[in-house]
Structures are given as structure tokens and as C-alpha cells.
């Protein structure tokens, strides 16, 4: 079997389908996707890939069922299902995922055209495996889904400790290799075994801290911000369809933007990112601003410009998602029950006020034209004047 040195997890030893499955087109494009996108812009050294996450999601996952006792043709779906499960995403991951959505309806977990339009499909076919059900299990669809995408997953124990080894963070860094020895399955749900609480609460405390330190930096903000309002113009101004835009990696679509989008593109590819005009919490934000949909914040853009004596394309305004708290649900056995994390755990309380409590609302602007967008946000949103970032 031919093994892989890996930064985080040391030598990854690949099964002859996995070995396959990495020449394809479509899982070394990942090589060429940055795992964490505009984070890169605030921690240089996070430059690694969706290609090493993939194997070391793959990797958790062989332990996972090694010590779950999953074997045969189920364990075979399983890791095929951890290796390709981010071939769906478009240029810089995350931050282009909602302008893929809205013009195909779909997230980049839906992989079953993919998985038969590539020469996946035909690898995994030519290992008795079947596309669809590989497809399946990257969604999280039934028992050994959640493995795959759970609140329990190897995808979540594995970004966490590389994104914190990357970055050099440390609150990311986890204990995955008991995370994995503790997985059992209770009426064909994953959970983590009698005497866990606090391996599980270690899990969520180092999502919620590296959410606020690492993912949601308002420096990356701003960046995502920009780069998906000139992905949306790219679009708009060019005949490049989505399937085709989907397909690019990071560098094809920075090229185009500096080329099609001069306006934001030059700015992200030099790091001459606008500033926060306003930058508002929960409690500061009206709830008609929190509940924004992106049609309300490209017509708020307008207004606000209008208002300012602005170009549009000089604000943007980002209202994201309630904070929600996934990890939350995760299954923990407790006295020889099944508790939700929950309610096992007074822990859980007061990550999620934390989580409510970091929730910002933010307008951005070119640096010389923050005091006029700020003031022109205020009265088109409604906004107290402590938002004034």
C-alpha cells in the first residue's frame, strides 16, 4: 500500500481505491483550493489545501471504522466517501458556495452528477463501488453518513486540528485519536462512548474558539465579503457559466477577477481590503438587518451609496446567518443514556452566548469613504450610532 507523509497525522497508508482516486482530475484540483481561503490574508502560514484535508479526512475515517469494527464493502463506500467529499467545492471554498447555490440550487456536498460526470465515477465503478451511494454518505445520509458529515464527523476532528497547526492557533487542537477510539454506534446513531463529556466538550470549545479567532477574523470577513460580491459581477459581466466557474481553483479565478473585476480584484490580490464603516451586534442591530437576505443587502448596498454620494460597487454590506450551534446536538452517553450534549453539559450555555455575543453585522468601504458610508448606513438601516465602527 503506498503511504503519504502527512503535516498533521504522519504517514497516511491509502487503500487501492483511495490510491486511484487521487490521480483523478477532480480531487487534485484540490490541490490547488486553499482550505481556508481569505483566513490566508490574516495567518500566512495557513496556505495548506483541500487536498490534505481530503486525506486526512480519509485517515480518520479508516481509524474510525477500524476501531468501530466496520469492514468489507461498507468500509470501502466510507473512505471513498472521506477522500472525495470536497471535490465539490468552487474557488476558494466556503466564500464563493453561496453565489455556486443560488444559481444552481445546490451545495457543494451534492455530488451525485459530479461523481458520474468525472472519471471518479469510473474509478469507483471499476472498484465494485457504487457512485451513488458514495454520493449518499457525503451527504450524511444514513448510519455511517454521520461519520462522513455528522455532528460527530472526521471532516469537523480533522480541519480543526490542521487549521490550528497551520495558523499556529492552538485553541483548534484537539484530541481526535481518542475522538475516534470513543465513537460507537446507539439504535444507529453515532455517539461518543460512556465517560466522554469532556472529550466532546473539548470538540465544541475548539470550534467555538477557532470560529471567533480564526473563521470569522473581521479582516477575512471583509475579504470573503469582496471576493464574493466580484465573483457575483463576474458572472453578471462575462459569458463564464457557473458549471464552468465552479470547476476554476483559486488562481484561475483571481486572474479573472483582476481581469473582469478590476475594481475588488486588484484589491484582493494586493490585500488593499475596504475598512468596517459599521460593525454592530445582536443586541445593536435591528432584527429586520439581522434577518437580511442577499437581495436586502444588495439593495441596501444601493441605498447606502446612494445616500453617500458613492459608486455601489464601493460598499458592501454583510449580514451573516444567526450564529447557530450544531455541536451542540452532538450524542454523548451518559449513566448508560444517550444525552444530547446539551443537556449534559453546563458548558454548552454559555459557548452559545458567546457564539450570540460575537455575532457582528458589518458595512465595508474603501478607507477614504468610511466616515460617509458610515453615516448613510445608519439612517438607511436604522442602526444606533454606537454600530459606527
Known amino acids: 500500500m503506498t503511504a503519504i507523509k502527512d503535516s498533521v497525522h504522519d504517514?497516511?497508508?491509502?487503500?487501492?481505491?483511495?490510491?486511484?482516486?487521487?490521480?483523478?482530475?477532480?480531487?487534485?484540483?484540490?490541490?490547488h483550493i486553499k482550505q481556508l481561503s481569505t483566513v490566508?490574508?490574516?495567518?500566512?502560514?495557513?496556505?495548506?489545501?483541500?487536498?490534505?484535508?481530503?486525506?486526512?479526512?480519509?485517515?480518520?475515517?479508516?481509524?474510525?471504522?477500524?476501531?468501530?469494527?466496520?469492514?468489507?464493502?461498507?468500509?470501502?463506500?466510507?473512505?471513498?466517501?472521506?477522500?472525495?467529499?470536497d471535490v465539490g467545492h468552487g474557488p476558494y471554498g466556503h466564500q464563493t458556495e453561496e453565489v455556486i447555490?443560488?444559481?444552481?440550487?445546490?451545495?457543494?456536498?451534492?455530488?451525485?452528477?459530479?461523481?458520474?460526470?468525472t472519471e471518479i465515477g469510473a474509478v469507483l465503478r471499476g472498484h465494485d463501488?457504487?457512485?451513488?451511494?458514495?454520493?449518499?454518505?457525503?451527504?450524511?445520509?444514513?448510519?455511517?453518513?454521520?461519520?462522513?458529515?455528522?455532528?460527530?464527523?472526521?471532516?469537523?476532528?480533522?480541519?480543526?486540528?490542521?487549521?490550528?497547526?497551520?495558523?499556529?492557533?492552538?485553541?483548534?487542537?484537539?484530541?481526535h485519536e481518542r475522538l475516534v477510539r470513543e465513537l460507537q454506534y446507539r439504535d444507529g446513531e453515532l455517539v461518543l462512548a460512556e465517560g466522554n463529556v469532556a472529550t466532546a466538550e473539548s470538540l465544541l470549545l475548539a470550534r467555538a474558539l477557532m470560529d471567533s479567532t480564526v473563521?470569522?477574523?473581521?479582516?477575512?470577513?471583509?475579504?470573503?465579503?469582496?471576493?464574493?460580491?466580484?465573483?457575483?459581477?463576474?458572472?453578471?459581466?462575462?459569458?463564464?457559466?457557473?458549471?464552468?466557474?465552479?470547476?476554476?481553483?483559486?488562481?484561475?479565478?483571481?486572474?479573472r477577477l483582476r481581469e473582469d473585476v478590476p475594481e475588488l480584484g486588484r484589491r484582493i490580490e494586493h490585500r488593499d481590503l475596504y475598512k468596517r464603516a459599521i460593525w454592530g451586534g445582536l443586541d445593536e442591530v435591528p432584527a429586520s438587518v439581522v434577518e437580511m437576505r442577499h437581495e436586502d443587502e444588495r439593495t441596501a448596498e444601493r441605498e447606502i451609496a446612494d445616500r453617500a454620494g458613492v459608486d455601489e460597487a464601493a460598499v458592501v454590506v454583510d449580514a451573516p446567518p444567526r450564529p447557530g450551534f450544531k455541536e451542540a446536538d452532538?450524542?454523548?452517553?451518559?449513566?448508560?443514556?444517550?444525552?444530547?450534549?446539551?443537556?449534559?453539559?453546563?458548558?454548552?450555555?454559555?459557548?452559545?452566548d458567546a457564539r450570540r455575543g460575537g455575532w457582528r453585522m458589518g458595512v465595508y468601504a474603501p478607507e477614504e469613504l468610511v466616515p460617509e458610508?458610515?453615516?448613510?448606513?445608519?439612517?438607511?438601516?436604522?442602526?444606533?450610532?454606537?454600530?459606527v465602527a
Open 40 to 85: 490566508r490574508l490574516v495567518y500566512p502560514s495557513a496556505s495548506h489545501t483541500r487536498f490534505e484535508h481530503s486525506l486526512g479526512v480519509y485517515h480518520l475515517a479508516s481509524r474510525a471504522l477500524s476501531f468501530l469494527g466496520v469492514e468489507g464493502d461498507r468500509a470501502r463506500h466510507v473512505r471513498a466517501a472521506a477522500l472525495v467529499h
Open 215 to 255: 473563521y470569522r477574523h473581521h479582516v477575512s470577513r471583509i475579504a470573503g465579503a469582496m471576493l464574493e460580491r466580484a465573483s457575483e459581477r463576474l458572472l453578471e459581466r462575462t459569458e463564464t457559466d457557473v458549471a464552468t466557474f465552479r470547476r476554476m481553483a483559486d488562481h484561475d479565478l483571481l486572474v
Open 11 to 31: 504517514y497516511v497508508t491509502l487503500c487501492p481505491v483511495a490510491a486511484d482516486l487521487l490521480d483523478t482530475d477532480a480531487v487534485q484540483r484540490l490541490r
Open 129 to 175: 463501488l457504487s457512485p451513488s451511494r458514495v454520493a449518499e454518505l457525503v451527504r450524511g445520509e444514513g448510519e455511517l453518513g454521520q461519520l462522513v458529515s455528522g455532528e460527530l464527523d472526521v471532516d469537523r476532528m480533522d480541519y480543526l486540528v490542521r487549521d490550528a497547526h497551520h495558523t499556529g492557533v492552538p485553541y483548534g487542537t484537539i484530541d
Open 330 to 352: 452532538t450524542r454523548v452517553v451518559v449513566d448508560g443514556v444517550v444525552q444530547r450534549l446539551e443537556d449534559a453539559s453546563s458548558l454548552v450555555s454559555g459557548l452559545r
Open 101 to 117: 447555490r443560488r444559481r444552481t440550487g445546490r451545495d457543494h456536498d451534492e455530488l451525485g452528477d459530479l461523481l458520474e460526470q
Open 373 to 387: 458610508v458610515a453615516a448613510a448606513a445608519v439612517d438607511v438601516l436604522g442602526l444606533p450610532e454606537s454600530t
